[in-house]
């Protein structure tokens, strides 16, 4: 099983960025993959996850609107479209995978890809 986080960088705020997941060893029928965040200093939060075989998308309120999470199971990759990013989106990014449904709690995910690092200037 081998989950690859990518597409992290140094922006401005109000500039986009996307995270791509690029994910193997496993089904996306049986999983869904999430994306998590740590700022310095802060707990890993949960910012958004997909579970396509039940239709379930979540986001975190402060990123509602802004990020949309999407699959192309032809690349087997999942990709997190940031858009109006702030400031306080920096944090290093981590995608994981959790059986079937989305949760919030790290604790439940199998496996977790290396972090990407978004910083959002002011």
């Known amino acids: 099983v081998q989950l690859q986080a990518s597409g992290g960088g140094l922006v401005q705020a109000g500039e986009s960025l996307t995270l791509s997941c690029k994910y193997s060893?496993?089904?996306?029928?049986?999983?869904?993959i999430g994306w998590f965040r740590q700022a310095p200093g802060k707990e890993r939060e949960g910012v958004s996850c997909?579970?396509?075989?039940?239709?379930?998308?979540y986001y975190l309120d402060s990123v509602k609107g802004r990020f949309t999470i999407s699959i192309d199971r032809a690349k087997n990759t999942v990709y997190l479209q940031m858009n109006s990013l702030k400031p306080e989106d920096t944090a290093v990014y981590y995608c994981?995978?959790?059986?079937?449904?989305?949760?919030?709690?790290?604790?439940?995910?199998?496996?977790w890809g290396q972090g990407t690092l978004v910083t959002v200037s002011s």
């Open positions: 994981g995978n959790v059986r079937i449904l989305c949760s919030n709690y790290e604790h439940l995910y199998h496996d």
């Open positions: 997909i579970s396509e075989s039940y239709g379930g998308i």
């Open positions: 060893g496993f089904g996306f029928d049986d999983f869904a």
